[in-house]
């Protein structure tokens, strides 16, 4: 098991900026690449970002790339994804997930640890 713990969502206007974190506990968390997935109220979980074990691979959706920054800190235990120039569309639940594997992937079936989810909501 590797628990995730998301934080960092809240409330905030079109145009501004968040910062999620995703606390991991265990000391494998710096083998597992890492994603970002996103479900928006009636729709079906999205993939929003994924990095793999060392940071030095990332993918993003279109819908998110030049806006998002997704990092990771392997001593911290925590991965990061900095939302930039924020829309109302962007309005979800935001979940981190773990894979036991080096490599990032895009799809959520294969992800095998996943967070509880934390809300962004942006205001027009």
């Known amino acids: 098991q590797v628990p995730l713990v998301e934080s960092g969502g809240g409330l905030v206007q079109a145009g501004g900026s968040l910062r999620l974190s995703c606390a991991a506990s265990g000391r494998t968390f710096s083998t597992y690449a890492m994603g970002w997935f996103r479900q928006a109220p009636g729709k079906e979980r999205e993939f929003v970002a994924a990095i793999n074990w060392s940071g030095g691979r990332t993918n993003y959706a279109d819908s998110v790339k030049g806006r998002f920054t997704i990092s990771r800190d392997n001593v911290k235990n925590t991965m990061y994804l900095q939302m930039n120039s924020l829309k109302p569309e962007d309005t979800a639940v935001y979940y981190c997930?773990?894979?036991?594997?080096?490599?990032?992937?895009?799809?959520?079936?294969?992800?095998?640890?996943w967070g509880q989810g934390t809300q962004v909501t942006v205001s027009s």
């Open positions: 997930a773990a894979r036991p594997y080096s490599d990032t992937a895009t799809y959520a079936k294969h992800y095998q640890y």
